[in-house]
């Protein structure tokens, strides 16, 4: 049953609020305490650290604290891959299928549109951009009443447009291959004009909600910043040990 402080009109409150529960859920190892072993586990550069902390007028525990942050997000990535794409699961006429493309749309003539997703606009090389589009072009080929885009969360632009494309370096187009902003893509599943926008907003309310019962963990304390000055007090020389202990000059 919908409450008032449920907006979505086109997904099931508890389909969205276990969908969201298992989004977070993915991010379980990035939600653990940091400690010196993980954190360094791709051998940190003391270098760029020392740049950033005087560029970005930062305190040896700010630039530390960025780093974690940064190796969180890089993983989390495919945590905010699997919210957008397995949303799609649960909005009628979609299925996300086990390999290959993202998500599939039956339309109510019975052709098809495959969906490649993107998080952003330039997410894709020159060389992953082809791969893509002669995939779709071979769909297309296949089966000619049915469409593929590129649906891109986070597009230049509220777009549904002919994906221009580069194969080979010469210049290629179909007006059945297209690249599509998330919204727009909302709008022909669900034939709703701000389909995505009731995601967006619905989104941080049910996250404060899962949290407040205690659906979903937070993060954990980080134990960096102790173990480094358990092996220097001076963080940006304990920093530099790690990388270079055992070069020439750098003792204990």
Not at 38 to 53: G, Y
Not at 139 to 156: G, R, S, Y
Request: hydrophobic letters at 35%.
């Amino acid at each position: 049953m919908m409450t008032d402080s449920y907006i979505i009109t086109f997904i099931n409150q508890t389909d969205f609020e276990n969908h969201v529960a298992k989004t977070i859920a993915s991010y379980n190892e990035t939600l653990k305490s940091v400690n010196l072993a993980k954190f360094n586990s791709n051998i940190i550069d003391p270098i760029k650290l020392t740049f950033d902390k005087a560029l970005f007028k930062k305190s040896m525990e700010e630039i530390i604290e960025l780093e974690i942050h940064r190796q969180r997000d890089k993983s989390n990535t495919n945590a905010i891959g699997y919210f957008h794409q397995y949303m799609f699961k649960y909005i009628a006429n979609c299925e996300v299928p086990p390999h290959g493309f993202d998500v599939i749309v039956t339309q109510k003539d019975g052709t098809k549109i495959y969906v490649e997703m993107k998080n952003k606009h330039n997410t894709m090389n020159s060389s992953s951009g082809q791969k893509t589009y002669i995939g779709m072009q071979n769909q297309i080929l296949n089966h000619p009443n049915d469409m593929c885009f590129l649906v891109e969360t986070i597009a230049k632009r509220s777009q549904n447009i002919v994906w221009r494309c580069s194969v080979n370096n010469k210049p290629v187009a179909h007006d059945k291959i297209r690249r599509v902003s998330m919204d727009k893509f909302y709008e022909i599943v669900t034939g709703i004009h701000d389909a995505f926008y009731q995601v967006c907003k619905q989104l941080p309310i049910t996250i404060e909600k899962l949290i407040k019962t205690d659906v979903v963990d937070t993060v954990e304390k980080d134990t960096v910043i102790d173990e480094l000055k358990a092996k220097n007090p001076d963080l940006l020389k304990a920093i530099y040990l790690l990388a270079f202990e055992t070069y020439n000059g750098f003792v204990m």
